[in-house]
Protein backbone atom coordinates (compact mmCIF):
# COMPACT_ATOMS: atom_id res chain seq x y z
CA UNK A 1 0.00 0.00 0.00
CA UNK A 2 1.26 3.66 -0.75
CA UNK A 3 -1.16 6.67 -0.45
CA UNK A 4 -1.48 10.22 0.82
CA UNK A 5 -3.27 11.19 3.77
CA UNK A 6 -4.50 14.15 5.06
CA UNK A 7 -5.58 14.90 8.82
CA UNK A 8 -5.60 11.33 9.49
CA UNK A 9 -8.05 10.97 5.80
CA UNK A 10 -6.78 9.36 2.69
CA UNK A 11 -6.33 11.99 0.08
CA UNK A 12 -7.66 11.36 -3.68
CA UNK A 13 -7.48 15.08 -5.15
CA UNK A 14 -4.35 16.16 -6.05
CA UNK A 15 -3.10 12.47 -6.22
CA UNK A 16 -1.59 11.03 -9.09
CA UNK A 17 -0.98 7.13 -9.03
CA UNK A 18 2.08 6.00 -10.82
CA UNK A 19 2.74 2.16 -12.61
CA UNK A 20 4.47 -0.43 -10.61
CA UNK A 21 7.67 -0.51 -11.72
CA UNK A 22 10.38 -3.78 -12.42
CA UNK A 23 14.11 -3.26 -11.05
CA UNK A 24 16.74 -5.29 -12.77
CA UNK A 25 17.47 -7.13 -9.10
CA UNK A 26 14.02 -8.08 -8.78
CA UNK A 27 12.20 -5.48 -6.84
CA UNK A 28 10.55 -2.79 -7.78
CA UNK A 29 9.17 0.90 -7.47
CA UNK A 30 5.71 2.70 -7.63
CA UNK A 31 5.07 6.49 -6.95
CA UNK A 32 1.99 7.98 -5.29
CA UNK A 33 2.68 11.47 -6.37
CA UNK A 34 0.77 14.87 -4.38
CA UNK A 35 0.64 17.69 -6.22
CA UNK A 36 1.98 19.86 -3.23
CA UNK A 37 -0.02 23.15 -5.11
CA UNK A 38 -3.42 21.49 -3.64
CA UNK A 39 -2.21 21.97 -0.26
CA UNK A 40 -1.59 25.28 1.36
CA UNK A 41 1.97 25.67 3.30
CA UNK A 42 0.16 25.78 6.75
CA UNK A 43 -1.02 22.38 5.93
CA UNK A 44 1.72 20.48 4.78
CA UNK A 45 2.97 19.40 8.62
CA UNK A 46 -0.68 17.33 8.65
CA UNK A 47 -0.23 15.78 5.69
CA UNK A 48 1.47 12.11 5.09
CA UNK A 49 2.46 9.64 2.55
CA UNK A 50 1.98 6.06 4.06
CA UNK A 51 3.91 3.08 2.83
CA UNK A 52 3.81 -0.46 3.77
CA UNK A 53 4.16 -3.90 2.67
CA UNK A 54 4.06 -7.35 4.07
CA UNK A 55 6.57 -8.03 6.31
CA UNK A 56 6.77 -4.61 7.91
CA UNK A 57 5.29 -4.96 11.31
CA UNK A 58 3.28 -1.25 10.75
CA UNK A 59 3.37 1.14 8.07
CA UNK A 60 6.24 3.81 7.38
CA UNK A 61 4.67 7.21 7.54
CA UNK A 62 6.48 10.38 5.95
CA UNK A 63 5.00 13.99 7.03
CA UNK A 64 5.43 16.00 3.93
CA UNK A 65 8.46 18.33 4.60
CA UNK A 66 9.55 20.89 2.07
CA UNK A 67 13.19 19.52 2.87
CA UNK A 68 12.70 16.45 1.76
CA UNK A 69 11.05 17.50 -1.71
CA UNK A 70 12.97 16.66 -4.97
CA UNK A 71 11.71 17.74 -8.42
CA UNK A 72 12.98 16.88 -11.79
CA UNK A 73 12.48 21.01 -12.39
CA UNK A 74 15.86 21.73 -10.16
CA UNK A 75 16.35 23.04 -6.35
CA UNK A 76 13.86 23.62 -3.98
CA UNK A 77 13.29 26.35 -2.46
CA UNK A 78 15.30 25.81 0.99
CA UNK A 79 18.38 24.07 -0.98
CA UNK A 80 18.98 27.94 -2.90
CA UNK A 81 20.29 29.61 0.20
Known amino acids: ?3 WRKDGEEVDEGVEHGEVLP ?3 GTFQKSVDLN ?3 VRP ?3 RT ?3 VFGISGLKEAKV ?3 DPKLI ?3 WG ?4 EDG
Open 42 to 44: EDW
Open 23 to 25: NPD
Open 47 to 49: CEC
Open 62 to 64: FVL
Open 75 to 78: KTED
Open 36 to 38: VSS
Open 70 to 72: RTN
Open 1 to 3: MLY
